[in-house]
Structure formats: C-alpha cells, structure tokens
C-alpha cells in the first residue's frame, strides 16, 4: 500500500480536500501558462523538518469539523518562468504585480476546486490567500497532524503543494 491509500485510510477529509485543489491547480497552470505539469506521488514531510522555499502562497480552509492549511512552494526562478509564461513576460526578480499574480494563481485553482468540493459536499470557509518572497525560508505549520506533499514537475522545473489538516477540537475555536 502506497502513502496516497495509507493517507486516504487515515485522512479522508484530507484527500477530498486537496486533491480536487491538486487537480485544479495542474489544470490551470497547464492551461494559463501553456506547459506540461505532472503530479507525482504523495510523501510525507520527516518530523522535525520544515520546508524550504523561495516563494509560498498559503491559505487556510475551515469546516465544521477540520482545519487546512496548504501552501504552494516554488523555488524563485521557476516562479518567476511559470508567472512569466501565465504574463506573457519576462521577470528577473519579485514586484507587486507577481505578489498580486501569485494570489491570483491560487484563486483559479481554488475556484475550479471548489467545484468539485461542492460536487462531493465539501464545505467551508476559506481564508484570504498569502504570498511570501524571500530566500530559502523555512515554513513549518503549527499543526497535530502530519504535512503531506505533492511535488509536481513542469516544462519550467518543480514546485509542490503541502498540506496538513487536523480535526478541530473546541480549544481550536474562537
């Protein structure tokens, strides 16, 4: 049994959730930017370890029951080719417009995953996306439950979406 069936086993909320995000986010950038985007297999975060990242764009969604967390990780130069072939530009470094173009990303992909989500009865309430830039940041997510990711390969080289969803218990809530 692969991590993808052990996950579904033990996270199914996760799966429901994220994957329909996956798929979106394969298709929009497949089709905004005209390249090739391959999901590989689902893997596990170690322990202990955080993610390294040049460009993160996060945002959480809140059901009854359980709250998501997922962040797209880029490496700097192939979010600057990927946001460059969805612009039609060529960018050498971090502006305002790719801090807006980056929001913009993860709103396609979740609208056309909210679809789906409604198809499958999925609800709840979205927060509003973030976008960090920087250096080799370290992103780690203040959770009870493991971080799952999905690397992906592109024309334009690798990115990958991380996620982690917990049960929400009343401690959580406001």
Not at 77 to 84: N, S, W
Not at 105 to 126: D, P, S, W
């Amino acid at each position: 049994m692969g991590a993808a069936e052990k996950y579904i086993g033990n996270y199914d909320f996760d799966v429901k959730l994220v994957m329909p995000f996956a798929d979106a986010m394969t298709s929009s950038i497949t089709n905004l930017c005209n390249i090739n985007v391959i999901k590989k297999p689902l893997e596990f975060r170690p322990e202990g370890t955080s993610a390294t990242a040049d460009v993160a764009i996060a945002l959480s969604v809140m059901s009854d029951s359980s709250l998501s967390s997922m962040a797209i990780i880029f490496k700097k130069e192939v979010f600057l080719k990927i946001v460059g072939k969805m612009l039609g530009e060529i960018f050498s470094d971090y502006s305002n417009e790719l801090h807006d173009a980056a929001k913009e990303l993860i709103n396609i992909a979740f609208n056309a995953a909210k679809k789906k989500m409604v198809e499958k009865k999925i609800g709840g309430v979205r927060s509003n996306p973030e976008v960090w830039f920087g250096s080799n940041m370290q992103l780690s997510y203040l959770s009870r439950a493991r971080t799952v990711i999905l690397p992906f390969d592109t024309d334009l080289g690798p990115f990958c979406i991380e996620f982690t969803t917990q049960e929400t218990t009343v401690s959580d809530r406001i």
